[in-house]
C-alpha cells in the first residue's frame, strides 16, 4: 500500500495504490508553511472514507518542485504513517536517459511525466502539462528526457492581464460560447484571448516540435484544464489526469524505498 504525493505550485496532491488499483485521489491547496499535523488530519479523515488506516500504509513516495514544503511532507509521512519516503529526484533510477545539460535542474515533475506517458502510450511523444507553467515535454522513441519547452500557465496569464491593465476584470477561465474569435463585450474578448490564444500557443509549439522530433510523435494532456483545451483542438491523443501520479508510482517501483530511521512520533496520533 503507496503513499504517493505530488506537490506543485498550486495544489498537494495524496493518492494510495494498492499496487493494483488506485484506492483515492484528494488534493489540498499549496501552502508552504501547512504543518504535518495538518496534512495528518485531514489526510487521516479521508484515508478512513475508503476503509483505510495510517497503518495500512508501508511505503510513500514524493514528488515536489516546492522545497520549502518538502520538510513538512516528509515529517508527515515519518510520524503519521511511520515510513521514510523515496524523494523524486533526477538522481534516481528512471530507467532512461536525461539528455539535459544540468538534469538536476528538471522539475520532477516533468520527468514524472515522462516516464508514466512513455510507459502507457510509447515513443516518441510530448507530454503537455498546463499547471501554474504550461510545459511541452519531448520523450523520444527509447524512453529518453529530450528536454522541453516552459510557457506561462494560463492562469497566470489571467491574473497577469487584469493587474497590469486597470480597466480590465478578473475573469473565469472557459471555452468562448459558439466559435467566433470576435467578443462583443469585453469579458467576452478576453476569455476569447485567454482560449483561443492558447489553443493556438499548443498546436504552434507542437507543429514545431513534430518538424524536430517526426509525424510519428504521440500528443498527451495532463493537468487541470486539459479537459477544457481538448475542445479547442484536435492535437492531442490523449489526455491523461493521473500520469504525475502513475510517474510516481512507476518511480517507487524501480527504486528501493528507504528504511525509517527515526521513531514514529506517538503523540501525532493523539
Known amino acids: ?77 515519518r510520524q503519521w504513517f511511520a515510513v521514510e519516503p523515496l524523494l523524486a529526484s533526477a538522481r534516481l533510477d528512471w530507467g532512461f536517459a536525461i539528455k539535459m545539460d544540468n538534469p538536476d535542474e ?5 520527468l514524472l511525466n515522462g516516464l508514466a506517458a512513455h510507459y ?11 499547471g501554474t507553467a504550461t510545459t511541452f515535454d519531448v520523450v523520444d522513441q527509447e524512453g529518453s528526457y529530450c528536454g522541453g519547452v516552459i510557457a506561462p500557465g494560463i492562469n497566470l496569464s489571467v491574473e497577469a492581464l487584469h493587474q497590469a491593465a ?12 459558439g466559435d467566433s474569435a470576435i467578443g462583443r463585450n469585453t469579458v467576452a474578448a478576453m476569455r476569447s484571448g485567454v482560449f ?16 524536430e522530433v517526426g509525424p510519428s510523435m504521440k500528443v498527451l494532456a495532463t493537468g487541470g484544464l486539459a479537459p477544457l483545451f481538448s475542445e479547442g483542438t484536435t492535437v492531442f491523443d490523449h489526455v491523461d489526469s493521473m500520469l504525475t501520479l502513475n510517474g ?8 528501493p524505498l528507504p528504511k525509517l530511521t527515526v521513531e514514529r512520533d506517538f503523540l501525532a496520533e493523539g
Not at 508501508?58 to 520549502?68: D, H, L, M, Q
Not at 528538471?106 to 516533468?110: C, E, H, L, S, Y
Not at 490564444?197 to 518538424?211: N, P, W
Open 1 to 77: 500500500m503507496l503513499l504517493v504525493i505530488d506537490a506543485g505550485n498550486t495544489n498537494v496532491v495524496f493518492a494510495v495504490h494498492d499496487g493494483e488499483k488506485w484506492r483515492g485521489v484528494w488534493r489540498i491547496t499549496m501552502q508552504p508553511q501547512r504543518t504535518s499535523d495538518e496534512y495528518g488530519v485531514w489526510l487521516q479523515a479521508l484515508l478512513k472514507t475508503q476503509g483505510l488506516t495510517p497503518d495500512d500504509i508501508e511505503g510513500a513516495v514524493i514528488g515536489t518542485v516546492v522545497p520549502a514544503a518538502l520538510y513538512h511532507l516528509r515529517t508527515l509521512c
Open 106 to 110: 528538471v522539475g520532477v515533475d516533468r
Open 120 to 130: 502507457t502510450y510509447g515513443g516518441p511523444l510530448t507530454v503537455i502539462d498546463f
Open 166 to 177: 486597470a480597466r480590465l476584470p478578473r475573469i473565469g477561465i472557459g471555452r468562448p460560447v
Open 196 to 211: 483561443w490564444g492558447y489553443v493556438g500557443l499548443i498546436e504552434g509549439i507542437v507543429e514545431r516540435i513534430r518538424r
Open 248 to 255: 510516481l508510482r512507476l518511480l517507487a517501483g524501480r527504486n
